[in-house]
């Protein structure tokens, strides 16, 4: 089984992504910039959530409205970067629970490390989403997923600004159930892990901290 990979290609999104990219972006325009486009993404995340009809009355008269139905979402932010996307994402679902899960890469092996995992209780009842600006290597996606998955929410998508043909593969081979919602899927991996031809260490550029 292949995992979905869904790329929003809206004129926004790119146009911000673009701005993203460029060197001469300063962090707060980066910071900023994240934080609109994790909107537009989080808009097509949603695109299914279910809802339910409920009674209410408008000024003029009773109507019966949709509302989201269910326990409420739970966003995922794999620290640091997750942080970014996790900002837009609240913007448009500020009732959503927030899980976080603290991962680093080993600089030699490029394997995730746990660190930190605290999510909301009763996982078992809640839409997931994972937040993470770059799909890389794709290990700490795998492995942010498998530790979700051990609460058992009743889904998981995930949620990244730029991913690469191998990242898609690593995560799919181990989550083919798991669906992925992208900016865009550029060229390759460096031998550094780095996405090319992406936009630097998104941590980095997101926090200033280079
Ligand atoms: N993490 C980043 O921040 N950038 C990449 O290109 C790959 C992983």
Known sequence: MSGQVFVIGHPLVQHKLTLMRSKDTSTGSFRALLRE??????????????????????????????????????????????????????????????????????????????????VPQEMKDRDCIVCDPMLATGNSAVAAVERIKETRPKSIKFVCLLTCPEGIKEFHAHH???????????????????????????????????
């Open 176 to 210: 083919p159930d798991v669906p992925v919602y992208t900016a865009a899927i550029d060229d390759r991996l460096n031998e550094h892990g780095y996405i090319l031809p992406g936009l630097g260490d998104a941590g980095d550029r997101l926090f200033g901290t280079k």
């Open 37 to 118: 486009i994790s909107m537009l993404l989080g808009y097509e995340v949603c695109r299914d959530l279910p809802v339910t009809m409920t009674q209410i009355e408008t000024p003029l008269q009773p109507m019966m409205a949709p509302v989201l139905d269910g326990k409420k979402v739970v966003l995922v932010s794999i620290l640091r970067a997750g942080g970014g996307i996790l900002e837009g994402m609240l913007d448009i679902l500020p009732s959503a629970r927030v899980g976080h899960v603290g991962l680093y890469r080993d600089p030699d092996t490029l394997l995730a490390v746990e660190y930190y995992f605290k």
